[in-house]
């Protein structure tokens, strides 16, 4: 059964330090999608991928945050530098682009602690 | 633009008691919509999903909902729930084809008691 794999599952750090998450797709999967989920916010969208290509970046705050696809099956998202605010729970969903109503497949996410 | 709203943040029921959790939706344009389960500690799993033809969607876990039109309205429903139906339940709208991105309501956290 495929899965969207995510690392690392949990990380504490302190501000100021920088925080890479790393997210694998599924294989064939040609969109990715970053969210981050916090009792205040509920699920928000920072970003999604489509063939590698930022398609909308919109929901991520630009001066810390980054997201790359260095290759199909490696996603990266890039807090820098951290904030106690951006404790989170940060997920990582795939899916494919076309046809009617493909689901998005999320993996376990990476609970961030920032001290 | 799209919005959902889930009318209920937390539903309590009994063990083997009938559910609803209800979801409305606004959309100007024609509507994929999905229901996801997400158990503590993980990631959002699909549930079910309505794209067209019959408005009564089956999914996993013995769960169903129907897709209502007129009331912009996608409620998930289960005639007996279990212990382990305790999660947060989200409903989701995508207004294009393929795994666009999905706007998603508040979620409403199911708690099953004894």
């Known amino acids: 059964d495929a899965r969207v794999t995510q690392t690392p599952r949990h990380k504490v750090t302190e501000m100021g330090q920088e925080v890479t998450m790393r997210c694998q797709p599924i294989?064939?999967?040609?969109?990715v999608f970053w969210y981050r989920q916090t009792m205040m916010q509920g699920l928000e969208l920072l970003a999604y991928f489509r063939n590698r290509a930022p398609l909308d970046d919109s929901g991520m705050p630009k001066d810390r945050f980054s997201a790359e696809m260095p290759d199909a099956t490696l996603a990266t998202l890039k807090i820098q530098p951290s904030e106690p605010r951006d404790s989170a729970v940060y997920f990582c969903?795939?899916?494919?682009w076309g046809g009617g109503g493909q689901p998005q497949h999320f993996g376990d996410g990476t609970r961030l602690s920032i001290l | 633009a799209q919005s959902v709203t889930q009318l209920d943040s937390q539903v309590p029921v009994f063990e083997e008691a009938p559910v609803e959790l209800r979801c409305n939706y606004s959309s100007s344009v024609s509507v994929y919509l999905f229901w996801y389960v997400q158990y503590p500690n993980q990631g959002l799993q699909l549930l079910l999903k309505y794209l067209s033809g019959s408005t009564l969607v089956k999914g996993i876990n013995g769960f169903e909902a129907e897709f209502n039109k007129s009331q912009t309205s996608f409620h998930l429903r289960k005639p007996s729930v279990h212990i382990s139906d305790t999660a947060e339940y989200f409903c989701a709208v995508s207004g294009d084809q393929g795994a666009q991105k999905l706007v998603f309501g508040q979620g409403t956290r199911l708690t099953i008691n004894p």
């Open positions: 969903a795939s899916g494919l």
């Open positions: 294989l064939g999967h040609n969109t």
